[in-house]
């Protein structure tokens, strides 16, 4: 009878490590990553609102577009899931496409920004985007604008971004 208690009770905890360890795998091989910490500077202004169609447009090793929806909030980008797994399927870089709405003298302008994003910044602990409109008198004497494009970036990020090169060094102050 002692035996027969103890083989029941052994088989209870054998089935309770089996339950766990099924919900428990999926979690480890099929884990999401969702949303990335970025803050979008524009004119030296953090951007809080008058975003649209913003998506990550990555190529897969495969020669495919993965386009993934997103949205932001000041700090935070967020998009539809991806598993680590889908994320060593893309190329090492992508774009950040969205448009942006800004106001002007009772007129509304609409600016189409597509920047080159890399794999890596969606696992940084913070990515930086500023964006120079070179519209802007100022920004068009500092900034050469990227190939048929009004308009240039530079990325701060923890693995160190990168700057554009000026066409003049401010007047005052540091860069």
Same mark, same amino acid.
């Given at each position: 009878?002692? #035996?027969?208690?103890?083989?029941?009770?052994?088989?209870? #905890?054998?089935?309770?490590? $089996?339950? !766990?360890? =099924?919900? $428990?795998?999926? !979690? /480890?091989?099929?884990?999401?990553?969702?949303?990335?910490?970025?803050?979008? #500077?524009?004119?030296?202004?953090?951007?809080?609102?008058?975003?649209?169609?913003?998506?990550? #447009?990555?190529?897969?090793?495969?020669? =495919?577009?993965?386009?993934v929806?997103?949205?932001?909030?000041?700090?935070?980008? =967020?998009? %539809?899931?991806?598993?680590?797994?889908?994320?060593?399927?893309?190329?090492?870089?992508?774009?950040?496409?969205?448009?942006?709405?800004?106001? &002007?003298?009772?007129?509304?302008?609409?600016? +189409? *920004?597509?920047?080159?994003?890399?794999k =890596?910044?969606?696992?940084?602990?913070?990515?930086?985007?500023?964006? *120079?409109? $070179? %519209? +802007?008198?100022? +920004?068009?004497?500092?900034?050469?604008?990227?190939?048929?494009? +009004? *308009?240039?970036?530079?990325?701060?990020?923890?693995?160190?971004?990168?700057?554009?090169i000026? /066409?003049?060094?401010?007047?005052?102050? &540091?860069?």
């Amino acid at each position: 009878m002692r #035996v027969a208690w103890e083989n029941k009770k052994r088989m209870k #905890v054998q089935i309770l490590i $089996l339950v !766990l360890i =099924s919900f $428990l795998m999926p !979690l /480890r091989f099929f884990a999401q990553i969702s949303s990335t910490n970025f803050i979008i #500077v524009i004119d030296g202004r953090i951007v809080t609102s008058t975003f649209a169609n913003m998506h990550l #447009v990555f190529k897969q090793k495969d020669g =495919s577009i993965r386009e993934v929806q997103a949205d932001y909030i000041p700090g935070r980008l =967020s998009y %539809d899931s991806i598993t680590k797994e889908q994320v060593s399927e893309m190329g090492n870089t992508g774009l950040l496409t969205f448009d942006f709405y800004k106001t &002007c003298n009772k007129k509304q302008i609409i600016y +189409n *920004y597509k920047i080159e994003v890399f794999k =890596s910044y969606l696992f940084n602990a913070y990515n930086v985007i500023h964006i *120079y409109d $070179l %519209d +802007n008198k100022k +920004n068009r004497r500092m900034y050469f604008p990227l190939e048929e494009q +009004n *308009y240039t970036y530079e990325v701060d990020n923890p693995d160190g971004g990168f700057r554009r090169i000026l /066409r003049k060094a401010p007047k005052k102050g &540091c860069y």
